[in-house]
């Protein structure tokens, strides 16, 4: 008998449900919010109103795109966090709806597991190769990142992990001090192609092991960009290619050199990212040189399974039904996990 999940995600500003049937997504539905654009970042409150807005008819399309009726399906997984805690809730609360009207086990997931697990969701068509354990996994996303072996489909540990803002909170603060829109990654992504990434330098901070700082970046680019304005008040427009291919430039070196550093430390040469962060066009060509060159065998996940969805949930949730991990209706959201 086939197994059906229904995943849920909220914890940021996406709305997303997500059908699997024994490991094969069948239908995968987001909501963005746009609202958030005119403040330059997530305004917690207002996605927590757009989410009860959202889910109903998000996890409607989910269902009915897969082909499947709801008594199908065989458990809820959702997202427990990190993230914010009022659209969590709202993820949380319909999942626990949704199982106890039919009668079927809920599963919280954490978002990080979901992000490293979708290099296991598997397609109709056109399936990628899937990496061995244990693997390494750099994960990247607005609010994480972590270097993590992952020893088994829910057994992780983590190596390094940043000491203060993440990658992808370090590509969005970057594009909003040159005035690009939230979020900044993709936009920066895109200009950059047109830039010289050797154009400006920025400092590489130094920090032990395989743990990243990226504050002092977006510190030095403040001031960079401040100081510059002050001689040019077009600088900012006239250089906006180049300043986007150089911090993006700055920022892939940092997780470059950190990847390859617990590639050597660990021995372990099956390597794959995950989260939003890598989507970047110029992290994936980079290390599909570096793999090339240190013969690791790179798992690059598909750029829609990169940032937020719910099919990384739903897989997570179907993974945990394998191994009979069921939640209680008792079962809160957290905002922050202290171990993964
Ligand atoms: O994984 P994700 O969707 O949400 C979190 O769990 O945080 O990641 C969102 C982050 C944002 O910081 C966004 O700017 C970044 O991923 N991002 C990118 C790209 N696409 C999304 N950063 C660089 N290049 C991109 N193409
Ligand atoms: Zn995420």
Known sequence: MSIIILG?????????????????????????????????????ELA?????????PVVDV?????????SDIKAVA??????????????????KGFALSMNIPLIAVNHLH?????????EKENNAQQPEFPFLCLLVSGGHTQLIVVRGFLHFEIIGTTIDDAAGEAYDKCAKIIGLDYPGGPAID????????????????????????????????????RDRLKQDKNFVVSSRDNLCASIQYTINKILCQKLQKAVEQTGIKEVAIAGGVAANSALRSSL?????KNDWNLYLPKPMFTTDNAAMIAITGYYSYLNKKFDSLEITPVAKYFTL
């Open 78 to 95: 959702f997202t427990r966090g990190p993230g914010l805690m009022g659209a969590l809730l709202v993820g949380a609360s319909f999942a």
């Open 48 to 56: 927590s109103r757009a989410h009860q807005q959202n889910i109903i």
């Open 190 to 225: 895109k200009y950059a192609k047109n830039g010289d990434e050797k154009k400006f330098t920025f400092s590489i901070p130094s920090v032990r092991g395989l743990n990243f700082s990226f504050s002092g970046l977006k510190t030095n680019f403040l001031y960079f960009v």
């Open 8 to 44: 849920i995600e909220s914890s940021c500003d996406d709305t997303c449900a997500a059908i699997i049937r024994d490991g094969i997504l069948l239908s995968n539905i987001i909501a963005g919010q746009e609202i958030h654009k005119q403040y330059g970042g997530v305004v917690p």
């Open 114 to 122: 979901g992000h490293i697990l979708v290099h296991f969701i598997k």
């Open 288 to 292: 599909k040189i570096l793999s090339a």
């Open 62 to 70: 989910a269902i009915r795109s897969a082909g499947i009726s709801k």
